[in-house]
T-cell receptor
Framework: GIQVEQSPPDLILQEGANSTLRCNFSDSVNNLQWFHQNPWGQLINLFYIPSGTKQNGRLSATTVATERYSLLYISSSQTTDSGVYFCAVTNTGGFKTIFGAGTRLFVKA | NAGVTQTPKFQVLKTGQSMTLQCAQDMNHEYMSWYRQDPGMGLRLIHYSVGAGITDQGEVPNGYNVSRSTTEDFPLRLLSAAPSQTSVYFC???????????????FGDGTRLSIL
C-alpha cells in the first residue's frame, strides 16, 4: 500500500517563528489533506490540496504531485498552533485514506 | 451544525465483552470511515464505506465489524474485546470524489476505549 512519511517528527519553536513541515508519499494520489490535532485530541481539516498551493491566514500548503510531496508552512507561529500535524493521502483510484505518523509541534511563549 | 457525532466519548470494557461504537453524520456524505489512534502514532484505517450497503476493509480490520444500513450511520462493533484494542477511535465522513478517493474529511471528537 501507499506509504506516507512526515518530517520532522518533533519541532519546538519560539512564538513568532516560521516553520515548514514536509509530507512524502510513495504513489500517485488524488487526495491529500493536512490536519491539525489540538491538545484536546480534536482533528481539524486545514487543507484539502491534491495539487497546487493554498493559503489560509498564517498557514499555507503546497503539493507537488508529480514529485510526490507536500509542504505545510506556518508563519508567525502562536502557542495555539501547538499540537500534531498530520498529512493524509488517498491513492489514485482508491478509497483508502492513509495517514502519516505526524509532526508534533510545540510553540513556546 | 452537528457534523460527525460519536458516542460514547469514554468506555471501559472487560476482555471478551462486545460493544458498538456509534457514529452519525448529518451532512449527507457518501463516504464514512473508522480509524484508531494509538499513543504517539498516526491514525490507522479500520473499515470504510462508500455508501449505504457497501463496506470494505482498511489497514487493521481484524477484530472489528461494520455495517452501513443508512447514509447517516456507520457503527463499529468490537466482537470480543482484547487489551490490544485499547485506543482512541475516530469516525470521519466526506463527500465522494470523482474517480475514486474522497473530498475533505470531517472527524468526530473520538471515543476513548480502555479494555482491561
Amino acid at each position: 500500500g501507499i506509504q506516507v512519511e512526515q518530517s520532522p517528527p518533533d519541532l519546538i519553536l519560539q512564538e513568532g517563528a516560521n516553520s515548514t513541515l514536509r509530507c512524502n508519499f510513495s504513489d500517485s494520489v488524488n487526495n491529500l489533506q493536512w490536519f491539525h490535532q489540538n491538545p484536546w485530541g480534536q482533528l481539524i481539516n486545514l487543507f484539502y490540496i491534491p495539487s497546487g498551493t493554498k493559503q489560509n491566514g498564517r498557514l499555507s500548503a503546497t503539493t507537488v504531485a508529480t514529485e510526490r510531496y507536500s509542504l505545510l508552512y506556518i508563519s508567525s507561529s502562536q502557542t495555539t498552533d501547538s499540537g500534531v500535524y498530520f498529512c493524509a493521502v488517498t491513492n489514485t483510484g482508491g478509497f483508502k485514506t492513509i495517514f502519516g505518523a505526524g509532526t508534533r509541534l510545540f510553540v513556546k511563549a | 451544525n452537528a457534523g460527525v457525532t460519536q458516542t460514547p466519548k469514554f468506555q471501559v470494557l472487560k476482555t471478551g465483552q462486545s460493544m458498538t461504537l456509534q457514529c452519525a453524520q448529518d451532512m449527507n456524505h457518501e463516504y464514512m470511515s473508522w480509524y484508531r489512534q494509538d499513543p504517539g502514532m498516526g491514525l490507522r484505517l479500520i473499515h470504510y464505506s462508500v455508501g449505504a450497503g457497501i463496506t470494505d476493509q482498511g489497514e487493521v480490520p481484524n477484530g472489528y465489524n461494520v455495517s452501513r444500513s443508512t447514509t447517516e450511520d456507520f457503527p463499529l462493533r468490537l466482537l470480543s474485546a482484547a487489551p490490544s484494542q485499547t485506543s482512541v477511535y475516530f469516525c470521519a465522513s466526506s463527500r465522494q470524489g470523482t474517480g475514486g478517493g474522497n473530498q475533505p474529511q470531517h472527524f468526530g471528537d473520538g471515543t476513548r476505549l480502555s479494555i482491561l
